[in-house]
């Protein structure tokens, strides 16, 4: 044989060998795609800290993919679920019957992920929880089908309350949104504040979502709390802290802990409204170099800052497809073992981990929001006052309700 015809031998065997690993690789895969939903608010309330800008952090992460595992296409899917956990779960219920999705991410309001979840759970599926606040996602709630990524009621309570109280403001009020989140939120500030030595005077719990914040602020304001804890995100948020601000809270010496605030609320209301007032954050565009590349890349499309949510997305939705490349298979059982094994080291999170109760823990922030002076910028909004270490930030399995966990 010539050198020619042992070239070409060769080469052929080759692309026959490549050929044959690219079609076992997509056999692995069911219907020869991964494909992935994306289900959050994407008109109402918590449009603007998800929403839309998720689905596009989402498709950053599949594009820096390379759009395929193994060969395999990543197909994205996406709706809204109105926040309502009806909508979410029939929805999430017919991807899964009709459209074969492998994995639910986005998942903002924690009524609408606690239902998505058990749908998850009945049907050997996935889901990665990248918005929802209440701890209860990991706790009582949680399953062996379900991963939750960015933030939880108890770093929020832990970081936030903690802080308050250590300064001096321990007496509070708190205004709750009631659902899920609110009521997750609430008893966790509440362990937390009595724990600090503080005390809980009162509370009145709002429908979700809620325009008219009157008589809840007037109501917080007749307390004589030093602090008026807000249990609630979004709009909500927004909302109540415009109300307060017109009905003079401030003015008169009480003070407001936003308990759940993101970037987007800040930027909404604006330095002056918001100067000085405490959160904490799960991730922050310019904590770093880092996150700084990647939300420059963000905003480039987007126009806005991401927020951490729509930052923690495309962490998920990328430590998801290394494991689905890892392992070979977009089966899920496999695919979340494969997952937990894998350390998380991105912009992100540096050093996360998947806890065998489902939560990723990584550190948390304590920040304040910087004064009209102080800002050198339209998205210079925050100043990182503290890191808390991962280990301290989120729920001890020693005190986890997860059925997952062997106490």
Same mark, same amino acid.
């Given at each position: +044989? ?13 692309? $026959?060998?490549s ?10 895969? !069911? ?7 994306? #289900? ?6 918590y449009?603007?800290?998800?929403? *839309? ?21 990543? =197909? ?10 009806d909508?979410?779960?029939n ?11 492998? +994995? ?9 992920s ?6 998850? &759970? ?30 939880d ?6 970081? @936030? ?18 659902? $899920? ?5 609430e008893?966790?500030? @509440?362990?937390? =504040? ?15 979502? @809620?325009?008219?914040?009157?008589s ?7 307390s ?18 415009t ?12 003070q ?17 409204? @918001? ?13 770093d ?6 939300? %420059? /890349? ?22 998801? #497809?290394?494991?689905? &490349? $890892? ?10 073992? %494969?997952? $937990? ?8 999170? /540096?050093?996360? %981990?998947?806890? &065998?109760?489902?939560r990723?823990?990584?550190? +948390? ?9 102080? !800002? ?16 301290e930030?989120?729920? *001890? #399995? !020693?005190?986890?309700?997860?059925k997952?966990?062997?106490?």
């Open positions: +044989m010539t050198f020619m015809k042992k070239t070409l031998a060769t080469s052929i065997a080759v692309a $026959a060998a050929s044959l690993a690219v079609s076992t690789a997509q056999a692995d895969m !069911s219907d020869g795609e991964v494909r992935i939903g994306y #289900l959050a608010d994407m008109s109402g309330t449009r603007d800290l998800a929403g *839309p800008g998720g689905l596009t952090a989402m498709e950053m992460a599949v594009a820096d993919f390379g759009g395929s595992v193994n060969g395999a296409p990543i =197909v994205i899917s996406s709706a809204d679920d109105r926040n309502s956990a909508v979410g779960a929805t999430v219920r017919g991807w899964i019957d009709q459209d074969n999705v492998d +994995m639910v991410g986005g998942l903002v309001a924690s009524s609408v606690i239902a998505v979840t058990k749908v998850l &759970e009945e049907n050997n599926g996935l889901g990665i929880v990248s918005g929802s606040a209440a701890s209860s996602i990991t706790n009582e709630h949680c399953t062996p089908n379900h991963i939750h990524w960015v933030y009621t108890y770093p929020l309570a832990n970081g @936030t309350a903690k802080a308050v109280v250590e300064q001096g403001g321990d007496t509070w009020f708190m205004l709750t949104a009631d659902y $899920a989140f609110g009521h997750a939120l008893a966790d500030v @509440t362990k937390v =504040v009595e724990e600090s030595g503080g005390e809980i005077v009162g509370g009145v719990r709002h429908p979700f979502p @809620t325009n008219d914040f009157s809840y602020i007037l109501q917080a304001q007749g004589g709390a030093k602090i008026i804890g807000l249990a609630n995100a979004g709009a909500d948020t927004v909302n109540a802290i109300t307060a601000s017109q009905f003079g809270l401030t003015q008169s010496g009480q407001l802990a936003g308990l759940l605030i993101f970037l987007n609320d800040v930027h909404a209301l604006g330095l002056e409204a @918001t100067q000085n007032l405490l959160l904490t954050t799960g991730w922050y565009w310019d904590m170099e880092q996150s700084r590349e990647w939300a %420059q /890349r963000y905003f480039d499309e987007v126009g806005r800052m991401p927020t951490m949510v729509q930052a923690g997305i495309y962490s998920s939705t990328m430590h998801y #497809l290394k494991a689905v &490349e $890892a392992a070979g298979t977009d089966d899920p059982e496999t695919v979340r073992a %494969q997952m $937990a094994e894998m350390p998380i080291d991105d912009f992100f999170a /540096r050093n996360g %981990q998947i806890r &065998e109760d489902g990723m823990i990584h550190d +948390m922030y304590l920040a304040q929001v910087k004064t009209p002076e102080e !800002s050198t910028g339209e998205w210079d909004l925050y100043e990182i006052l503290s890191t808390i270490p991962a280990e930030a989120y729920r *001890p #399995l !020693s005190e986890s309700q997860c997952l966990v062997q106490n």
